[in-house]
């Protein structure tokens, strides 16, 4: 079974502090990971993905296959950071890949 | 540029009805999913399609009906609707294995009352 866990609901950190979220992922085979972001009043988008390993409003990622994580990281973090972020994962599925979420996490950034 | 749209946005809807959230993609993606999401659980997936014609389950599937019958089309039914029920939904779609990029529509607000 496919599953992805982000043990904190919510993040509050300092302007300028670093920021780390975490996911932990579940999966057999070989799967996609990426992480979305929701910033208020506006859809769900894609913010980076671990095929990619870019580098995206300075947001990095990498995944750990030995401790099954992707924990989404930034050095210092932004007001305009402030959302909420999603971890997914994608993997086969009977018909084909299904893209599933973790909980969420709230970031706060304060000045 | 549309992508993908959902209607209604709101809906209250009484105990027993039945109602039918519209989604609709004009970036003739294979993929499309409906996803519903309650504070502290995250999103979680109900159904998903990789084509017209194919539908499979998700995690949360029980109350929900879907049909693929368009490329375009993913609507997603509710028949006796229940309190439960009550939570944001949205749908999603991409072009397929390889081009994971998924893209939602705004949400549907449903209220079960």
Known sequence: AQRVTQPEKLLSVFKGAPVELKCNYSY??????????QYSRQRLQLLLRHISRESIKGFTADLNKG???????????????SAMYYCALSGA????????????TILRVKS | NAGVTQTPKFRILKIGQSMTLQCTQDMNHNYMYWYRQDPGMGLKLIYYSVGAGITDKGEVPNGYNVSRSTTEDFPLRLELAAPSQTSVYFCASNRGQGYTEAFFGQGTRLTVV
């Open chain 1, 67 to 81: 401790e099954t994580s992707f924990h989404l990281k930034k050095p210092f973090a932004q007001e305009e950071d």
């Open chain 1, 93 to 104: 599925g009977e018909y084909g890949n299904k893209l599933v979420f973790g909980a969420g």
């Open chain 1, 28 to 37: 057999s085979g070989s799967p996609e990971l990426f992480w979305y972001v």
